[in-house]
């Protein structure tokens, strides 16, 4: 399984952006797919998951109402749609894919930075 994160970017406060893993391997579509952000000097914490049907997500309490977890009909593609984004969500994104819930990632894709200025 491959991982393939797009999407970050420079916004300002209040703004959105739409972050892409594009996953390839022949399991890839069976596990659940999730974010994990890393901003600096802190350490990597979970974002949001969902689960290889795309019918289960969940959410850090601080983006629940603000993000969107999707994915595509073929289950290839997991979107996070950022809205309303503030200054403390500016870090590294990875995607990643795993068992579900995804509290143990088996498989990461590169990091793509989100960068939120005022």
């Known amino acids: 399984v491959q991982l393939q994160a797009s999407g970050g970017g420079l916004v300002q406060v209040g703004g959105s952006v739409r972050l892409s893993c594009a996953g390839s391997?022949?399991?890839?579509?069976?596990?659940?797919v999730g974010w994990f952000s890393q901003a600096p000097g802190k350490e990597r914490e979970f974002v949001a998951a969902?689960?290889?049907?795309?019918?289960?997500?969940y959410y850090k309490d601080l983006v629940r109402g603000r993000f969107t977890i999707s994915r595509d009909h073929a289950g290839k593609t997991v979107y996070l749609q950022m809205n309303n984004l503030n200054s403390e969500d500016t870090a590294v994104y990875y995607c990643?894919?795993?068992?579900?819930?995804?509290?143990?990632?088996?498989?990461w894709g590169q990091g793509t930075q989100v960068t939120v200025s005022s």
């Open positions: 990643a894919a795993g068992a579900w819930p995804l509290r143990s990632p088996r498989y």
């Open positions: 391997g022949r399991t890839y579509s069976s596990y659940a």
């Open positions: 969902i689960d290889w049907r795309g019918t289960s997500t």
